[in-house]
């Protein structure tokens, strides 16, 4: 099992670009989520999504865009790149939502200059 | 908003000294749930507790919850230098789809 996978590891973006940070889980889980983790801030929550074809804004969605057209992949789209989205992103997953604990990917760190 | 606050934001102890860590919250809950992160990794989950509950353990964890207080405590007993990480709270409200909502977490620092 690979669990949640998250590309890329690294990236640098000027401001003004787009570009999609990929998740991927195996674990047919119906709940995933994008968080964004600030030095002192702990992780906000981005997106979220409750199954395929079903998304929500959570607590700092500006910026952002996501869709689920299959349970394996939430995808995070950056739509014009700011300095301030400069941070470290997770995407988790879940069975049935927090009730059983997320499963989390190794993140990808992302600066905007 | 954060939901949860760790307390203490840092806390540095010696291999074999128990580390306890404070968690407060603001609204009402399903459950409570504890998550490692080393430095630069993502975050692991290390226990969860139900509103319900009042004391969870599991290996060398203990978690309490009172829910009257709306605060929570993470107990590592006999620690090693390999449970150096920041340590988080999450929160899953009691209303509407089921996300988590994170404390800012404490760093811990274990020295051998």
């Known amino acids: 099992n690979a669990g949640v996978t998250q590309t890329p590891k690294f990236q640098v973006l000027k401001t003004g670009q787009s570009m999609t940070l990929q998740c991927a889980q195996d674990?047919?889980?119906?709940?995933m989520s994008w968080y964004r983790q600030d030095p002192g801030m702990g992780l906000r929550l981005i997106h979220y999504?409750?199954?395929?074809?079903?998304?929500d804004q959570g607590e700092v969605p500006n910026g952002y865009n996501v869709s689920r057209s299959t349970t394996e992949d939430f995808p995070l789209r950056l739509l014009s790149a700011a300095p301030s989205q400069t941070s470290v992103y997770f995407c988790?997953?879940?069975?049935?939502?927090?009730?059983?604990?997320?499963?989390f990917g190794s993140g990808t760190r992302l600066t905007v200059v | 908003s954060q939901q949860g606050e760790e307390d203490p934001q840092a806390l540095s102890i010696q291999e074999g000294e128990n580390a306890t860590m404070n968690c407060s919250y603001k609204?009402?809950?399903?459950?409570l749930q504890w998550y490692r992160q080393n430095s630069g990794r993502g975050l692991v989950h290390l226990i969860l507790?139900?509103?319900?509950?009042r004391e969870k353990h599991s290996g060398r964890l203990r978690v309490t919850l009172d829910t009257s207080k709306k605060s929570s405590s993470l107990l590592i007993t006999a620690s090693r230098a390999a449970d150096t990480a920041s340590y988080f709270c999450?929160?899953?409200?009691?209303?509407?789809?089921?996300?988590?909502?994170f404390g800012k977490g404490t760093m811990l620092l274990v020295s051998p």
């Open positions: 988790a997953s879940s069975v049935q939502g927090g009730r059983y604990g997320y499963t």
């Open positions: 674990m047919n889980h119906e709940y």
């Open positions: 999504s409750v199954g395929a074809g079903i998304t």
């Open positions: 609204t009402s809950i399903n459950n």
């Open positions: 507790i139900r509103s319900n509950e």
């Open positions: 999450a929160t899953e409200g009691s209303s509407g789809y089921s996300t988590l909502t």
